[in-house]
């Protein structure tokens, strides 16, 4: 029997994939609440739907949709994650030493996601209340139809950001090289100021609040109307 | 006799020397006049109301000399239906080969979607969820139901992945595809607003394309992550649009699909533009044999099962379909309709919104007399979920009863026995895409006649 301050090591050298990840799941009722994952060698849906509090550490690369629908885990990823890092994360935290590929935690609902390099293109579409740190840049149509949540850019932002936005706030240290339909800069208030603050500290990024300017919704596109159809 | 016929086509100022443009009929007339004094396209629901060949093209030859028929009261035909056995450790066992359609939670009001579940329950079959979704309503009143995972992800979670029976990853839908969607935002209520977390009365704009994969390489590892999520117990279905069936369905088997739902052109939606339904997409009838044979070139037909929806009205239809090769059908226009949509009893209200019973599709808008197709409370209320659970049940035997009728009469003992050889075609166009004989001829369209 494991205690709670035990570390179970998984090899995926020689562990099954659906064995880890049914071992994963099963810890929502018992079993080691610390995990380290060694040679993932890119492995697809890796650590997928946890639903516990536990700490997992992933030794190496990763494939498509690592700790995909993650709650409540802190899930840490030694190296750089694929396509959909996070996708649709609930809760808890995932954390990236590397760069990130496309769709960065997409549809995320939330809990938060830290990228320490750079993340690739469609970085928090369609993402539903997650937060995001990204500590370099993003690439292009990244918050497209964002719904809710905070995406934090500390490097640049790649063309279209927050296209056909909806309530997500976007914060950008660096340059834009676009602005995607009904996506505007506006005003940094005290409250923006503070869920900044928030997030760069608890992300460990090394930049000041006054550095970022915000993005979001223009609010002209939320109902149809024929004499915006040019901006769709 | 007089030269004036009050009793005209429709209008009543029609005498003889009126010659109506077969082009510019009065409908199209009125669509240019809408447009000019709009300036924005037709938004309904429904399916395509065009003409388009279809299942009543199609007649069954019943047993003869060559045939033996089943007894039609005493001998039995079986109508259950496994869905899921390629990958899923918990198949889904359906009593008869109809389910239910996904139809969202924000498109239909929450008894609407409870009167479903009953209904689907009672009959021993599946329902499904739409873009919004699950609710307390359908989930607690269906024994089998299948989640969509649609390009939207509104309301999509893991609890709801783990309490679904199947899941449904939503590429097309025969009434678009290539198409996403838009829920107007005069049906945005609390709760519609916030399953989807986005603001009260907007409207809310359904994407196209998936937002974490982009082809079928993606999708086999979006659907790897699924399974493992579930611990490979649901069964994945697949639905795509019908426009390229053959290689769409080989390509969904390279998924790693247990199921493909294939949508015909007929298939219904809650809000579309009128130019994509009548315009984009292949008529059902099409697209079954199709889809069979990519199947069957994969040594996968009845080992991954084919859905076919799109205007599937009764028995006749199913049936026809099953003989084409589908393991079974869907519906739900005809499933509305069944709860009490376009029920006359509601004819002066539906003059008061400009529409007719039998004609009504302005389900966007949220004013639905019956109270199916609207988050209106009043209007919601009318609709008792459990009368309309009992219809729905009724329906669906209905069309069950239909359905081993037809395949007693062809000498059938299971439903899914039926095959094309027992149909014949009315009209060469649907001879050729069905490809089933010319009703007294041995001809296929398409098909050398050597070996006959």
């Known amino acids: 029997m494991t205690t709670a301050t035990d570390i179970e090591v998984v090899d995926l050298a020689v562990t099954p994939l659906r064995e880890l990840n049914q071992r994963l799941h099963d810890a929502?009722?018992?079993?080691?609440?610390?995990?380290?994952?060694?040679?993932?060698?890119g492995a697809h849906a890796l650590a997928v739907g946890i639903d516990a509090e536990l700490d997992v550490l992933i030794e190496g690369h990763t494939g498509y949709y690592t700790a995909g629908m993650n709650k409540h885990a802190n899930v840490t990823i030694d190296g750089n994650a694929g396509v959909g890092v996070g996708e649709n994360i609930m809760s808890g935290t995932i954390r990236i030493t590397g760069n990130a590929s496309q769709a960065c935690a997409a549809t995320g609902r939330g809990g938060l996601v830290v990228v320490d390099g750079d993340a690739a293109a469609r970085c928090g579409i369609s993402m539903k209340g997650v937060e995001i740190v990204v500590k370099g840049d993003i690439g292009h149509m990244s918050a497209f139809m964002a719904q809710s949540g905070t995406l934090v850019v500390c490097g640049d932002a790649g063309d279209a950001l927050g296209d056909s936005i909806?309530?997500?706030?976007?914060?950008?240290?660096?340059?834009?090289?676009?602005?995607?339909?009904?996506?505007?800069?506006?005003?940094?208030k005290?409250?923006?100021?503070?869920?900044?603050?928030?997030?760069?500290?608890?992300?460990?990024?090394?930049?000041?609040?006054?550095?970022?300017?915000?993005?979001?919704?223009a609010r002209q596109l939320y109902t149809f109307n024929i004499d915006n159809a040019g901006a769709y | 006799m007089t030269d004036f016929d009050p009793t005209g086509p429709s209008g009543t100022n029609?005498?003889?020397?009126?010659?109506?443009?077969?082009?510019?009929?009065?409908?199209?007339?009125?669509?240019?006049?809408?447009?000019?004094?709009?300036?924005?396209?037709?938004?309904?629901?429904?399916?395509?109301?065009?003409?388009?060949?279809?299942?009543?093209?199609?007649?069954?030859?019943?047993?003869?000399?060559?045939?033996?028929?089943?007894?039609?009261?005493?001998?039995?035909?079986?109508t259950d239906v496994v869905l899921g056995t390629r990958f899923a450790k918990?198949?889904?066992?359906?009593?008869?080969?109809?389910?239910?359609?996904?139809?969202?939670?924000?498109?239909?009001?929450?008894?609407?979607?409870?009167?479903?579940?009953?209904?689907?329950?009672?009959?021993?079959?599946?329902?499904?969820?739409?873009d919004g979704g699950m609710t307390e309503e359908e989930r607690g009143h269906s024994e089998i139901l299948v989640y969509q995972l649609l390009p939207s992800r509104y309301g999509m979670n893991p609890d709801d992945l783990r309490r679904a029976d199947a899941i449904e990853v939503v590429v097309g839908q025969g009434a678009k595809p290539g198409g996403g969607g838009m829920l107007l935002g005069q049906k945005i209520s609390d709760r519609v607003a916030e399953m989807r977390n986005l603001p009260k009365g907007i409207d809310q704009?359904?994407?196209?394309?998936?937002?974490?994969?982009?082809?079928p390489d993606d999708?086999?590892?979006?659907?790897?992550?699924?399974?493992?999520?579930?611990?490979?117990?649901?069964?994945?279905?697949?639905?795509?649009?019908?426009?390229?069936?053959?290689?769409?369905?080989?390509?969904?088997?390279?998924?790693?699909?247990?199921?493909?739902?294939?949508?015909?052109?007929q298939g219904g939606t809650a809000a579309t533009q009128d130019v994509f339904i009548e315009h984009v997409g292949l008529p059902t009838l099409a697209c079954i044999r199709q889809a069979v044979t990519a199947l069957q070139e994969m040594g996968m037909h009845r080992e991954v099962q084919l859905i076919v929806s799109g205007g599937i009205r009764n028995g006749a239809d199913a049936a026809k379909a099953l003989a084409l090769g589908a393991d079974a059908v869907s519906v739900g226009v005809a499933a509305m309709i069944a709860l009490g949509d376009n029920d006359p009893a509601y004819a002066d209200e539906y003059a008061k919104i400009g529409s007719a019973a039998g004609f009504y599709d302005d389900w966007h808008e949220g004013k639905d007399p019956t109270g199916i197709s609207t988050q209106d409370p009043e209007l919601a209320a009318r609709f008792d979920p459990e009368q309309g659970g009992r219809r729905l049940n009724n329906y669906l035997k209905t069309i069950t009863l239909e359905i081993?009728?037809?395949?007693?009469?062809?000498?059938?003992?299971?439903?899914?026995?039926?095959?094309?050889?027992?149909?014949?075609?009315?009209?060469?166009?649907?001879?050729?895409?069905?490809?089933?004989?010319?009703?007294?001829?041995d001809w296929i369209p398409g098909q050398s006649r050597d070996g006959f």
């Open chain 1, 28 to 41: 929502k009722n018992d079993g080691p609440k610390s995990w380290k994952i060694v040679n993932p060698n």
């Open chain 2, 404 to 441: 081993q009728t037809l395949a007693r009469a062809a000498g059938k003992s299971n439903i899914h026995n039926l095959e094309p050889e027992d149909l014949v075609a009315l009209t060469i166009e649907s001879a050729a895409m069905a490809q089933v004989p010319l009703a007294g001829t």
């Open chain 2, 14 to 78: 029609w005498h003889p020397g009126l010659k109506e443009s077969y082009i510019f009929d009065r409908n199209t007339i009125h669509e240019i006049r809408r447009a000019a004094s709009q300036g924005i396209y037709d938004i309904r629901g429904f399916g395509a109301k065009r003409k388009l060949p279809h299942f009543d093209d199609l007649l069954f030859l019943g047993a003869s000399m060559s045939r033996y028929p089943l007894e039609g009261y005493r001998e039995r035909c079986s």
């Open chain 2, 219 to 265: 999708l086999e590892i979006k659907i790897q992550e699924i399974r493992e999520i579930t611990d490979w117990e649901k069964p994945i279905y697949i639905k795509i649009g019908a426009s390229r069936p053959y290689y769409d369905t080989q390509l969904a088997v390279k998924s790693g699909a247990d199921v493909i739902v294939l949508d015909g052109m």
């Open chain 1, 166 to 188: 909806y309530e997500t706030h976007i914060y950008v240290r660096g340059s834009v090289k676009g602005l995607g339909a009904d996506c505007i800069e506006k005003e940094l």
């Open chain 1, 190 to 217: 005290d409250f923006h100021r503070e869920e900044l603050g928030r997030l760069l500290e608890v992300s460990g990024a090394d930049a000041k609040v006054d550095e970022f300017k915000r993005y979001g919704s």
């Open chain 2, 205 to 215: 704009r359904s994407a196209c394309r998936h937002p974490d994969w982009t082809g």
């Open chain 2, 90 to 130: 918990k198949p889904i066992h359906l009593k008869i080969p109809v389910t239910i359609a996904g139809m969202s939670f924000g498109a239909l009001s929450g008894p609407a979607k409870e009167a479903l579940g009953r209904g689907a329950t009672m009959a021993g079959t599946s329902t499904t969820t739409g």
